[in-house]
């Protein structure tokens, strides 16, 4: 018969299990998506929609500054948006809107590519921020308690992984601040990670507008669009369907980009294994001394 240890399980809890859903990240995305509802429900109570106050912006900022102007504003949006840790702000809307309004000929004189390249660098300037946090403060990694994923992404990037991995998260949504800062922390190189970064997020920003330029074309898209009060349409829309439309991009948003799915799934696994993985039943031992005994897990 197989040795059985009687030891307990050795189980290594991260601080957000320990302190469960209320921790200090999730309380600040709750009360980020309160504050944008909040925001979009004065926007529909005075009679307007997110998208026509966009439409209004975008032209008066043209008319005023021409198309500087224009790579000017999507280049600040694109720097400050990306300064934000842990809670990136999504500029792409504001780059595709924009892309939107050049493709129809509401705005003229503006290169629609090159507008992809300069938000591109701009959003590469604008993640500067998360790399300085990790350089400058470990204790935004919480080194005593090291998180898994964080412990997992220093090996990777200490194996030669960080140009790919870097250029995977600049040239898609990947929330990339877990990444920056250890960077930031493990000293490497800013320029290799500028560098990179420039490439990535011009290629992300150029595909996007190019995916929305496709989009356009089938009807769903133009009347979620008109939903939401980006393009105009045979009527006005009304403002607090254009609001549910805004608060629904909002949520999937958040859903898809915030939500850390691979934990997710790793405490499913233990809910549903948890009775199976804890105990047995021994039967050849006396009644009397049956127990409850422990595997340890490796």
Known sequence: MSEISKETPEIIESKEDREGWWNKKNI???VTIIV???ILAIIAASGT???SLFNDWTLAYWVMFGAIGVYLIIFLISTFANMTVLFPIPYAIALAFIALKIWDGTILGVNIWLLGIVAGIGAAIGEITAYYLGRGSAKLLETKEESESLRKMKERINKGYAIPLMFLCAATFIPDDPLLIMLGYAGYPLWKMLVTYFFGKITLCVSTIYLVMLAQDFPAVNNFLWILGVTPG???INPW?????????LLLFFIIFYVDWPSKF???YRKLFKRSNKTIEVNSFPKENVQLIYFRRV
């Open 234 to 236: 045979d009527e006005p």
């Open 241 to 249: 369907v254009s609001f549910v439309g805004w608060v629904g991009v």
């Open 28 to 30: 600040t995305i709750l």
């Open 266 to 268: 790793k405490w499913l």
């Open 36 to 38: 944008f509802i909040a």
């Open 49 to 51: 929609d997110l998208g």
